[in-house]
Structure formats: structure tokens, C-alpha cells
């Protein structure tokens, strides 16, 4: 562990430290971020009324949609003197999102990234390859920073060149790598394809995260590589990568509970729901100065698993694998979709690559979906009959999960568009 003594903290010593930050974050939001002040002023609480993390219900939620009217400065904690770094994300309609950090908060974010680094197993004796994007994106640097306050040999490479990447990674003695899943798959594609055998090499264990996956999909990313696929999640609100973590034992991330509170709400009525319950995330920054957030909501989807016991031995709690955002998930004819869940069924199916691009129409008042995934290069030249049979298996499996049918269609290998960072897996024309 890289910091064992707050990775397998008591429950109430931990749960003091949370007090106390929750207190000061509140006070900060009040005096320094004056549309939080008002929100809370709108539900009729102060500061004094907050005494603890079990008094979080009372507080007022920040969504998406303030930091949209907020943006760029609306929501600092700290005169913008104190900031030392500023990242956005995606952004993919309108304005990004900002977030600002000070020196403390990204001392605070390599914490966290090097106890994640840590449950793979890392080390200062690694060498530690990030292939997530440099730039905004909070992927690369964040990352970078972990892998420095862990004291191993960061490799700066940022995503795409991949056989240089390749190179370095065989050169160099890489022994840690993190990316995005997708890109990993791609990584792994291009060394097969140059002759490469991954599995001479010392890695030991990749930090995989920025998109949803499934566990078919860490098998196939663990066939390919010799090592352990962790799944490590994060977002740029809340700091960046690094929020929470797999251990070893692979079941469910522990969040870094002294910095980050977790609560599973109803994302229709917005009610706490019972640790165990599946609902959406929200996080509270325990710790944050630039951009202090309480009640953040997510809209990821996850559970809080029941109980502090991990034989890995850190008591922080663990959520399960995230299954997506809550506006990925598509509504086909009235049923609830996650493009996760069809991942999960195509992955299984011998013969099926990784690979896949699901597009969703309507036609009159009818929707319609469409798959295409890639099939391998022995099925693609298997004869007729055998592509038929691949196909009608996909598509009754993929019914029996999700209960609505879908076109299949099987296409060539390496024939959908590959990405550098977060695969693009769902086209909605209904939504252009
Ligand atoms: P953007 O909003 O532009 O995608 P971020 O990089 O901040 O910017 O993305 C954060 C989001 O990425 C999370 O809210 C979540 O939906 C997704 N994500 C991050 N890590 C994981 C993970 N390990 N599993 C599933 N989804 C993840
Ligand atoms: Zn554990």
C-alpha cells in the first residue's frame, strides 16, 4: 500500500477526519462561492446546522447544470491567485467544464492516484507508462503526477504513436501501464500485428478507467497482456482519475473515503438510498480548495458495497463496477439499455472481437438498433453458413439480456474507427 496507515484506517478515526473536512468544506462554500451560499440559504440551513457527514441529506446537490451557469469562475473556493492548474473536460456540446486546482488540491489528487497506483501493486522500483491523454483531459497528467509521488519512472508517451509506444514499452522495462480499456485493446492489436509478444514482457499491472467495462472485457484485456486489469475511476469535477480504485481482489473500487464521501441516490426522487442499493453516485470533496463540491451528482450509476471488510485489508468502501452514466443509458422502444450490458454479452461470444458500434435510429415511431462488431479474421473466412449461425447467436443472446432485438451485423476486422482516448461506441441519430 502506499499509505497504509489512512488505507486501513479504523472506521471512526476515519469517520472523524470526514467530519472535520465536511465542516470546513461547508464554511469555505459558504463564504467563498456565494451561488452555494444562496442554495443554501434557499433550503433555510447554515453551516451550523451541519455537524456531519450523516447531515449531508440537508444540503442542497450541485449538478452538471451549475457548473454550466457557473462556468469559468463561478464556483472557486480560493481568491483565483491560490489556483495553480486548471483542467476541462470533454465538453462535447457547449462550453467544458472547468476545474481548478491549488497546490494543496493537486498534492491531494497524487495522493490519491499513487493509493491506486499502490492496489496494483506499485511500487517506486516501477516504471510506469501513462498512455492516457495529456492536455485538458485530467487523464494524462493526473496520472503523471501519481506515478512521480510513488517514486516510480513515469513514461509521459500520451496516448496514440502506439508503436512507438510499443517500443518504449518493450525497450524500457515497463511494468505498469495505465489508459482507457479501448486503448489498451488497440495497444494490444498493433503488437500482434507487428509481432510483438506482449507476454515477454515484465508488466504486472494496468490501470484501466475513463469509460465504462465490463469483465468480459479485463478477460480479454488479460489474455492479451500479462497483467492484472484494474479498473480505476475518476472525472474531472471531482479531480481527475484516482477517486476510486480495484484492489487485487478485483471486486468493487475502494473510494479514498478521506477525500471523497460517497451517497447512492434515487436519480428520479433524489433520495439517499441504502448502501447495496444500485442508484446514481454523488461525492462529496472532503478535502478540495479551488473547487470545493458538495453533493456532486454524477450521474454515474454504481452501488456502495455493504461492509468495510476487504481481505485486502483497507477499510475505505468499495462501489461496485460502474455500468455507465444515466445518459448513456438509451431507452429502445420503451426499455432501458446500457451499452455496457451489450458489451458484456458480445465479449463472451467465441469468434467476436472487442469491437463494436451500436446505432440507434427511428424509423416512423419505431426505434431501431443497429450493431456492428467485428468478427475475427478465421470467422470472417469461415464459409456463409458459418457467419449466419455467428449472427443469429449474437443477436438471441443479445435478446435474452436486454429483451429488445437488434440488426447484427458482422464486419471485417479492424474496420470500426479506433480512438486514442474514450471509445465511441453509441451513435443516437434520434438525438442529431
Ligand atoms: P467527460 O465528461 O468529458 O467524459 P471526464 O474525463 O471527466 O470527462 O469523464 C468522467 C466520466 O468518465 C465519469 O463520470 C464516468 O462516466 C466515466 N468513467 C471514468 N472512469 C470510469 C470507469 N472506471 N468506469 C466507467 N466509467 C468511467
Ligand atoms: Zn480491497
Known amino acids: 500500500m502506499f499509505n497504509p496507515e489512512m488505507e486501513t484506517i479504523a472506521p471512526d478515526k476515519l469517520r472523524e477526519i470526514q467530519n472535520a473536512r465536511l465542516l470546513a468544506t461547508v464554511e469555505r462554500m459558504w463564504n467563498n462561492v456565494p451561488y452555494y451560499r444562496q442554495r443554501m440559504q434557499e433550503a433555510g440551513i447554515s453551516p451550523a446546522d451541519i455537524h456531519s457527514v450523516e447531515d449531508l441529506p440537508k444540503l442542497p446537490f450541485i449538478t452538471k447544470k451549475d457548473f454550466r451557469e457557473q462556468y469559468p469562475y463561478g464556483m472557486l473556493g480560493v481568491p483565483r491567485d491560490q489556483i495553480v492548474r486548471i483542467h476541462a473536460s ?20 497524487a495522493e490519491c492516484g499513487a493509493r491506486c497506483l499502490g ?59 495505465c489508459c482507457t480499456p479501448s486503448y489498451a485493446l488497440q495497444i494490444a492489436e498493433v503488437a500482434q500485428r507487428l509481432g510483438i509478444d506482449l507476454h515477454a514482457l515484465p508488466l504486472k499491472a494496468g490501470f484501466f478507467g475513463a469509460e465504462p467495462w465490463t469483465d468480459a472485457m479485463r478477460r480479454h484485456i488479460e489474455q492479451a497482456f500479462p497483467l492484472k486489469a484494474l479498473d480505476i475511476y475518476g472525472m474531472t469535477e471531482l479531480s481527475g482519475p484516482g477517486v476510486a480504485h480495484e484492489c487485487l481482489e478485483q471486486n468493487g473500487l475502494h473510494v479514498w473515503e478521506d477525500y471523497f ?155 470500426l474507427a479506433r480512438g486514442l482516448g474514450k471509445a465511441k461506441r453509441v451513435v443516437d441519430l434520434r438525438k442529431l
Open 90 to 109: 470533454s465538453g462535447t456540446t457547449g462550453k467544458p467544464t472547468v476545474a481548478a486546482y491549488t497546490r494543496a488540491d493537486i498534492e491531494a489528487w
Open 261 to 415: 464521501y460517497p451517497e447512492i441516490i434515487d436519480p428520479d426522487t433524489g433520495e439517499p438510498l441504502p448502501d447495496g442499493q444500485q442508484g446514481e453516485l454523488v461525492v462529496t470533496c472532503l478535502a478540495k480548495e479551488g473547487m470545493p463540491l458538495i453533493r456532486y451528482r454524477t450521474r454515474d450509476i454504481t452501488r456502495i458495497l455493504p461492509g468495510r471488510d476487504c481481505p485486502c485489508g483497507r477499510t475505505h468502501r468499495r462501489i461496485a463496477r460502474l455500468r455507465g452514466r444515466t445518459d448513456d443509458m438509451l431507452i429502445i422502444r420503451g426499455v432501458n439499455v446500457f451499452p455496457s450490458q451489450i458489451e458484456d454479452v458480445l465479449i463472451r461470444i467465441d469468434g467476436v472481437l472487442p469491437n463494436y458500434l451500436i446505432t440507434v435510429d427511428r424509423q416512423g415511431n419505431l426505434d431501431t438498433m443497429e450493431i456492428k462488431v467485428e468478427v475475427t479474421e478465421q470467422s470472417f473466412t469461415d464459409h456463409i453458413k458459418g457467419l449466419e449461425a455467428l449472427r443469429d447467436d449474437i443477436a438471441a443472446k443479445l435478446k435474452s439480456v436486454i429483451t429488445v432485438g437488434a440488426r447484427i451485423v458482422l464486419v471485417e476486422p479492424n474496420s
Open 119 to 177: 492496489c496494483g501493486g506499485g511500487n517506486a522500483s516501477d516504471v510506469f507508462q501513462v498512455s492516457y491523454g495529456y492536455g485538458l483531459f485530467t487523464g494524462g497528467l493526473g496520472m503523471h503526477y501519481a506515478g512521480e509521488k510513488l517514486g516510480a519512472a513515469v513514461i509521459p508517451t500520451s496516448a496514440g504513436n502506439t508503436e512507438k509506444q510499443l517500443m518504449l514499452m518493450q525497450d524500457l522495462g515497463v511494468t505498469l501501464l
